[in-house]
């Protein structure tokens, strides 16, 4: 069936260093794709997404892109803040009774020291 | 964008009782999504409810443990029935955004059950 394998966390950074969050899928069709943000206390937000292959979701610095060959949505920020600290999901959706569902990866805690 | 709500925002209850989860959107929409997230991992669909007819139920969910109303296209409620510890979880609400554009997630209920 349809899944997300995410890299386990916690994942801890130091102010200005370059993440790379690791996100594998499979899922039978062409599903989009998508990063999701929980902030402590906070409920989820949608990041950023990619709807087909080779597009690049973008937003607040985070870049993934859709890689159909390897089944793949890396999560990757050139310099990240203390601010970025949360837990991010990966997720992609499938269809369902004529909508769609968003199935989840397991989340990875970032952790970013000043 | 959509607004959710949800009442409560956190409950803590006991053994055998049952919990029902309001979930409020201000615009109306078609399908209605309830999720769950245990300590420390990902959210799974619990359930599908479209206005007017039956939830569908997600593998390992049934509708006597979580019966859900959707009496209306801007409200919904998901009942946890004769609650154990295990159902201690995070309950989402969540709304579909567009066709491929991700959901939009309420800010949870936080049910502990001693």
């Known amino acids: 069936g349809d899944s997300v394998t995410q890299m386990e966390g916690p994942v801890t950074l130091s102010e200005e260093a370059f993440l790379t969050i690791n996100c594998t899928y499979t899922?039978?069709?062409?599903?989009?794709l998508f990063w999701y943000v929980q902030y402590p206390g906070e409920g989820l937000q949608l990041l950023l997404k990619?709807?087909?292959?080779?597009d690049k979701g973008s937003n607040k610095g985070f870049e993934a892109t859709y890689r159909k060959e390897t089944t793949s949505f890396h999560l990757e920020k050139g310099s990240v803040q203390v601010s970025d600290s949360a837990v991010y999901f990966c997720?992609?959706?499938?269809?369902?009774?004529?909508?769609?569902?968003?199935?989840f990866g397991t989340g990875t805690r970032l952790k970013v020291l000043a | 964008s959509a607004v959710i709500s949800q009442k409560p925002s956190r409950d803590i209850c006991q053994r055998g009782t049952s919990l029902t989860i309001q979930c409020q959107v201000d615009s109306q929409v078609t399908m209605m999504f309830w999720y769950r997230q245990q300590p420390g991992q990902s959210l799974t669909l619990i359930a599908t409810?479209?206005?007017?007819?039956?939830?569908?139920?997600e593998s390992g969910f049934v509708i006597d443990k979580f019966p859900i109303s959707r009496p209306n296209l801007t409200f919904s409620t998901l009942t946890v029935s004769n609650m154990s510890p295990e159902d201690s979880s995070i309950y989402l609400c969540s709304v579909e955004r567009d066709r491929v554009g991700g959901g939009f997630f309420g800010p949870g209920t936080r049910l502990t059950v001693l």
């Open positions: 409810a479209n206005q007017g007819s039956e939830a569908t139920y």
């Open positions: 990619a709807t087909k292959a080779d």
């Open positions: 997720a992609l959706s499938v269809p369902t009774s004529g909508t769609y569902k968003y199935i």
């Open positions: 899922a039978t069709g062409y599903p989009s």
